[in-house]
Nanobody, 115 residues
Framework: QVQLVESGGGLVQTGGSLELSCVAS????????MGWYRQAPGKQREFVAD???????NYADSVRGRFTISRDNAKNTVYLQMNSLKPEDTAVYYC?????????WGQGTQVTVSS
């Protein structure tokens, strides 16, 4: 059964850093694109970053240059290093795997950036 378990969220001041982790199981991790999304209160879930099986990366304009996505296939884990955090980065961050026929999501981890 597919499972995605996020961790690493917390409370940080503006300009601080956090690293999120997502441990995956139940599918062939190394063969799949993995992504991070976020949802702020009252807003729709939005794309943050993703990484292909070949480790090509894509970023939302709002985080490019501050966030870095990476993966460790030996540990079935995808990471999101977040630097220079801003209050507008406050959200629940979700890990996603684009499986067929439907994507699967983790339970989310809260990131709060205080001003």
């Amino acid at each position: 059964q597919v499972q995605l378990v996020e961790s690493g969220g917390g409370l940080v001041q503006t300009g601080g850093s956090l690293e999120l982790s997502c441990v995956a199981s139940g599918f062939i991790f190394s063969a799949n694109r993995m992504g991070w999304y976020r949802q702020a209160p009252g807003k729709q879930r939005e794309f943050v970053a993703d990484i292909t099986s070949g480790s090509s990366t894509n970023y939302a304009d709002s985080v490019r240059g501050r966030f870095t996505i990476s993966r460790d296939n030996a540990k079935n884990t995808v990471y999101l290093q977040m630097n220079s955090l801003k209050p507008e980065d406050t959200a629940v961050y979700y890990c996603k795997v684009a499986l067929v026929p439907a994507p699967r999501w983790g339970q989310g981890t809260q990131v709060t950036v205080s001003s």
